[in-house]
T-cell receptor, first 113, second 116 residues
Framework: KAGVTQTPRYLIKTRGQQVTLSCSPI?????VSWYQQTPGQGLQFLFE???????NKGNFPGRFSGRQFSNSRSEMNVSTLELGDSALYLC????????????FGSGTRLTVV | AQSVTQPDIHITVSEGASLELRCNYS??????LFWYVQSPGQGLQLLLK??????LVQGIKGFEAEFKRSQSSFNLRKPSVHWSDAAEYFC??????????????FGKGTHLIIQP
């Protein structure tokens, strides 16, 4: 079956702009979580959605937001981009999270210039 | 809050030699533990996971890991490494509530280099 699909793979934006990233989970998976990966901070949890509801959020500013649609697809949005937002953004899907484990997509590489 | 420590930032191993990557976690109860591998520019691939039961867990690509509650460790092992094992390895934990609302907490990763 198809894996987790993230689009786009690469993105270049200018400081101050906003960006929307998309994630399509594995069919049947209702949980989608997002992570930011940078060389300095490593992998950090952004937020998790389950059945269109945000269940938890990591320690990121309000510029980072997300949503989940009824088909479980998810988007994350970053407004007023800063240089430090340059990172690999990874999406992971799971049946319901926790002990079910998480399957990751290949990520979206965001570069802010 | 839970935390994960991978003490080794880089490890160099000769091809064919055995491998052990260390992982320690901090959490009061038994967490759900995972090992993931990441090749350059790629996402994360799950190698194995531990929830309960047998403390020795078998994974893909010939990897195994042993959960030791007394040492709060979940070390990853492979008896004989191949050049294709060169990658970044991450240990991760999620709270053992089963609800899954907390996401994964990752260690900083261990970069594995394979010498010919």
């Amino acid at each position: 079956k198809a894996g987790v699909t993230q689009t786009p793979r690469y993105l270049i934006k200018t400081r101050g702009q906003q960006v929307t990233l998309s994630c399509s989970p594995i069919s049947g998976h209702r949980s989608v979580s997002w992570y930011q990966q940078t060389p300095g901070q490593g992998l950090q949890f952004l937020f998790e959605y389950f059945s269109e509801t945000q269940r938890n959020k990591g320690n990121f500013p309000g510029r980072f937001s997300g949503r989940q649609f009824s088909n479980s697809r998810s988007e994350m949005n970053v407004s007023t981009l800063e240089l430090g937002d340059s990172a690999l953004y990874l999406c992971a899907s799971s049946l319901s999270g926790g002990r079910n484990g998480y399957t990751f997509g290949s990520g979206t590489r965001l570069t802010v210039v | 809050a839970q935390s994960v420590t991978q003490p080794d930032i880089h490890i160099t191993v000769s091809e064919g030699a055995s491998l052990e990557l260390r992982c320690n976690y901090s959490y009061g109860a038994t967490p759900y533990l995972f090992w993931y591998v990441q090749s350059p520019g790629q996402g994360l691939q799950l190698l194995l996971k531990y929830f309960s039961g047998d403390t020795l867990v078998q994974g893909i690509k010939g990897f195994e890991a042993e959960f030791k509650r007394s040492q709060s460790s979940f070390n990853l092992r492979k008896p004989s490494v191949h050049w294709s094992d060169a990658a970044e390895y991450f240990c991760a934990v999620v709270l053992g509530s089963g609800g899954g609302a907390d996401g994964l907490t990752f260690g900083k990763g261990t970069h594995l280099i394979i010498q010919p």
